[in-house]
């Protein structure tokens, strides 16, 4: 079971979870396979079995505490993994054993969930986990303690006077990204008008939806995770992704709303769909300047302003120009000018990497009066600070070129070097 990469979840076979698990067999029988899903019980067989067979995970959560739905919960931390792998400093855009990544569960819960699923599906990570009630915190470190994975945890039983992210306490100096499902509701009765669910096929109930503690804020999801911004804002980049669930889209459109507010270009909205008739949304922004990739970022159902600037351009190429001499075009131009530049032959892809506009004409015609004037100088290891990095991509079947924004925080910049790009494949004539 290689879950470093598992994929999203996008339904639940419930047939297939009948021969993975004997328990889950049972079940089905008894209600001839019409789960109850207003049942507590059901509810946690099924988490229990989704956790055991897709995962190798054992839960125990107390009956008055909430029995996540595994489904949604995966696709949170898949959707990181997404984020974290497409803004590796290396520019792998894929897993790296090597490196180590730290994270924190911004109320963790009874179950622990997150920091479960985050240890399981990445060995090179660890994770960090709050919680305010003590019940939950008890409960979390039983489950960690029960799946070994406590030399990789370190969990802080919190209080409301503390941050949300409290780097002291836990004594660490910079986390590379936080998780958290808050608190969703701003009362009591917010919470079971919420929860009648007219109109949802999936009603659930109030064992699997968690106590008063756990559910309920002043300002809901919106004032909790506000209460992140707020901390991000101080805190910048000893964190590289602050990221949170939310209830409503409504929610997180004012989250975006919020950081743009603050001068924050670099963010991402996803949405938690697996298959049920509850959507579910996940925002994350940095102060860094590694962008992730278009498909974690941009979500293309909700409108243009609450996207952050796309990082992939796409360039078709006309039919007087082949892939090959493409190639051949990109390489001679990017090797004349003053960045770092390797090309792979094998991915017909290659990273670049810029420390300003070395492509304007005013730069470029300094560049080569000094290298006139200083032959045989090399250049050595390029010491300057980076301002633009890309990867740009040969494709050949579809006769394309792609260009990905990989780092840089100005939006001019990068527009700019894809027009540079793009004049060399304009149809002629
Ligand atoms: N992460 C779990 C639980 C989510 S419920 C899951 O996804 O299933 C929200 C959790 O946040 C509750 O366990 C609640 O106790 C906790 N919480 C509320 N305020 C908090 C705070 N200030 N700091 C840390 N945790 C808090």
């Not at 109030?206 to 901390?231: P, Q, Y």
């Not at 910048?236 to 919020?258: N, Q």
């Not at 963010?267 to 298959?275: E, H, L, M, R």
């Not at 892939?323 to 991915?347: C, M, R, Y």
Request: charged share 25%; glycine share 6%; aromatic share 10%.
């Amino acid at each position: 079971m290689d879950l470093t990469q598992r994929p999203p979840y996008d339904s639940v076979d419930f047939k297939a979870l009948t021969k993975k698990d004997p328990d889950f067999k049972t079940l089905w029988q008894k209600c001839s396979g019409k789960l109850d899903f207003q049942d507590s019980e059901t509810i946690k067989t099924l988490s229990r079995t989704i956790l055991r067979a897709d995962f190798g995970l054992q839960i125990d959560v107390p009956d008055d505490r909430l029995c996540p739905p595994i489904p949604n919960r995966w696709n949170y931390v898949s959707w990181i993994q997404g984020l974290i792998d497409s803004t590796s400093p290396n520019y792998s855009n894929t897993y790296d054993p090597e490196r180590e990544v730290t994270g924190l569960d911004i109320g963790t819960g009874a179950s622990a969930i997150y920091t479960m699923l985050c240890l399981q599906s990445r060995p090179s990570w660890t994770m960090c986990a709050t919680d305010v009630d003590k019940k939950s915190f008890e409960s979390a470190a039983r489950n960690l303690a029960l799946n070994n994975f406590m030399t990789r945890a370190k969990l802080f039983q919190s209080t409301e006077l503390n941050p949300l992210i409290p780097l002291q306490a836990l004594g660490v100096d910079r986390l590379d990204f936080t998780i958290c499902n808050p608190p969703f509701f701003t009362n009591a009765s917010d919470m079971t008008d919420s929860l009648k669910g007219e109109g949802k096929s999936w009603k659930p109930n109030a064992v699997c939806t968690g106590a008063e503690v756990e559910m309920i804020c002043e300002g809901g999801d919106l004032g909790f995770v506000t209460k992140i911004v707020n901390e991000s804002l101080v805190l910048k980049e000893k964190v590289r992704w602050y990221t949170s669930m939310l209830g409503k889209l409504e929610s997180a459109k004012s989250i975006i709303v919020l950081l743009k507010k603050h001068g924050v270009t670099n963010w991402a909205v996803g949405v938690i769909d697996t298959g049920s008739s509850t959507k579910r949304w996940v925002v994350a922004w940095s102060f860094g300047d590694l962008r992730p990739r278009n498909s974690i970022a941009r979500l293309e159902t909700i409108a243009n302003e609450y996207l952050p600037f796309p990082t992939v351009y796409n360039i078709h190429l006309p039919s007087t120009i082949t892939p090959a001499a493409a190639k051949d075009v990109i390489n001679t131009h990017l090797l004349s000018l003053d960045l770092n530049w390797n090309w792979d032959e094998q991915s017909s892809s290659g990273i670049g990497e810029a420390s300003q506009n070395v492509w304007s004409r005013a730069y470029r015609r300094a560049y080569e009066r000094s290298k006139k004037e200083n032959p045989g100088v090399s250049a050595g290891k390029d010491t300057r600070a980076i301002e633009l990095a890309f990867r740009i991509r040969v494709i050949d079947l579809a006769s394309e070129v792609e260009l990905h924004w990989l780092r840089g925080r100005d939006q001019v910049l990068w527009e700019s070097f894809c027009g540079l790009i793009h004049r060399h494949f304009k149809k002629s004539g």
